[in-house]
């Protein structure tokens, strides 16, 4: 399985940015997707995730009402939403797939979201 995220760039506080992620592989609606993000300095953390039909959804708290993660399976893509961007959601972001199991065991190269001031 091969993740490629799109969408990071630069963004003003307040912002909006679409992240997506697209997958490899005829198996993708039976894969769990989510997406972290890992900031200079700090661990990698969770931030959503989706069960494989895209009616279940889970969300940090920090992100709660703000990202929205969804997919489209006919597509092999996955997207998170990310509305009211502020600076501390500056990071690299990775989409991850759990193909087996509750384990995200496949990752993405990650994108860099920038918020500035």
């Known amino acids: 399985v091969q993740l490629v995220e799109s969408g990071g760039g630069l963004v003003q506080a307040g912002g909006s940015l679409r992240l997506s992620c697209a997958a490899s592989g005829r198996t993708f609606s039976r894969y769990r997707m989510g997406w972290f993000r890992q900031a200079p300095g700090k661990e990698r953390e969770f931030v959503a995730g989706?069960?494989?039909?895209?009616?279940?959804?889970s969300y940090a708290d920090s992100v709660k009402g703000r990202f929205t993660i969804s997919r489209d399976n006919a597509k092999n893509t996955a997207f998170l939403e990310m509305n009211s961007l502020k600076l501390e959601d500056t990071a690299v972001y990775y989409c991850?797939?759990?193909?087996?199991?509750?384990?995200?065991?496949?990752w993405g190269q990650g994108t860099q979201v920038t918020v500035s001031s």
């Open positions: 989706i069960d494989w039909s895209g009616r279940s959804t």
């Open positions: 991850a797939a759990a193909t087996y199991g509750v384990d995200f065991d496949y």
